[in-house]
C-alpha cells in the first residue's frame, strides 16, 4: 500500500470539517440555522474566534450562508457548494497575533533608528489613506507600505521582508472575506488615527510608546472584527435558532470534540 503524506488540520479546519459533517448527516438539514456560536465553541471545546473563522471557511465553500441580522444558515445543496475545504496558511486570528508580537517590537526599534526621510515616507502614506477614503486599492496599498516602511527604517533589510510576507498572507480567500464583513467608515477612521498615533511615538523616538500604538492598531482590527461580527450575527438571534441545548448535543454527539 502506497504511503501517502500526512498533513497536520489547522483547528478552523477541523472545525470547518465537523461542522460539515454534521450537515452531511443531516444532523443541520439545509435551510435550518446553525446553533449560536457560543453553542458551538462549547460542543467542540474551542474558542468563538476558531468557530468564526470555521464558519467563514464554510461560507466560502457555499455550505452555509451568512444572513445579516439572522444568523448562519445551512446553504441549499448546489454547483456553488466546491469540493474540500482550502487550507489557505495561519488563520486570520493567528496572523493578527503574529504581527503584533512581531511588529511591536519593530516599531519600538524603528522609534531609536527613523531618520527624517523615513518619518516623511510614513507620513506620505498616512495622507494617501486620508485622501482616499472610498478607494480600497489605493488605501490598502498605503496601509501596506505604512507597515514595510515602519520595518525599513529599522535598517535591517530581513525585517522589511519579514513584514512584506506577513502582509502577503492576508491575500487569501478567507482573509478576504473577513475584510468585506469589518472594513467600514469606523474602521477605516480607527486605522488613520492609529496610524498617526505610530507615526507620533517614532516621531518622538519613543520605542515603548511606538510598542504600544501597534499593538493598540492591531488590537482594534481584530476587536473590530468582534463587534461587526456582532450585528451580522447577533449572539441572541443564533441562540434563538437552536433546538437543542449544548449538553444534550454533547450526549448525542461524544466523537465531535476537536484537540
Given at each position: 500500500m502506497p504511503l501517502h503524506t500526512v498533513e497536520p488540520l489547522r483547528l478552523y479546519r477541523q472545525i470547518a470539517g465537523q461542522i460539515a459533517a454534521l450537515i452531511d448527516s443531516g444532523e443541520f438539514p439545509a435551510g435550518s440555522r446553525l446553533p449560536a456560536e457560543r453553542e458551538l465553541a462549547t460542543l467542540l471545546g474551542v474558542s468563538r474566534t476558531s468557530v468564526r473563522e470555521a464558519v467563514i471557511s464554510l461560507e466560502i465553500a457555499g455550505r452555509v450562508e451568512v444572513r445579516v441580522g439572522s444568523g448562519i444558515f445551512v446553504a441549499e445543496p448546489g454547483a456553488a457548494q466546491i469540493v474540500g475545504l482550502v487550507d489557505e496558511g495561519p488563520s486570520p486570528f493567528e496572523l493578527l497575533a503574529a504581527r503584533r508580537l512581531i511588529e511591536g517590537e519593530i516599531a519600538a526599534q524603528a522609534a531609536r533608528s527613523a531618520r527624517k526621510a523615513d518619518l516623511a515616507?510614513?507620513?506620505?502614506?498616512?495622507?494617501?489613506?486620508?485622501?482616499?477614503?472610498d478607494n480600497f486599492a489605493r488605501r490598502d496599498a498605503a496601509d501596506r507600505e505604512f507597515h514595510v516602511r515602519?520595518?525599513?527604517?529599522?535598517?535591517?533589510?530581513?525585517?522589511?521582508l519579514v513584514v512584506e510576507g506577513l502582509w502577503q498572507q492576508r491575500r487569501g480567500k478567507?482573509?478576504?472575506?473577513?475584510?468585506?464583513?469589518?472594513?467600514?467608515?469606523?474602521?477605516?477612521?480607527?486605522?488613520?488615527?492609529?496610524?498617526?498615533?505610530?507615526?507620533a511615538a517614532l516621531e518622538q523616538h519613543d520605542p515603548d510608546a511606538a510598542r504600544t500604538a501597534m499593538h493598540r492598531h492591531l488590537a482594534r482590527v481584530e476587536r473590530e472584527f468582534q463587534r461587526q461580527w456582532d450585528v451580522i450575527v447577533p449572539p441572541d438571534e443564533a441562540r434563538n435558532g437552536a433546538r437543542r441545548t449544548a449538553a444534550s448535543r454533547k450526549r448525542n454527539a461524544p466523537s465531535q470534540s476537536v484537540t
Open positions: 515616507a510614513l507620513r506620505a502614506t498616512v495622507e494617501r489613506m486620508r485622501a482616499h477614503p515602519i520595518a525599513a527604517a529599522t535598517g535591517n533589510g530581513s525585517l522589511a478567507l482573509w478576504s472575506r473577513i475584510e468585506n464583513y469589518f472594513h467600514t467608515q469606523k474602521m477605516r477612521d480607527g486605522v488613520l488615527l492609529d496610524h498617526e498615533a505610530i507615526l
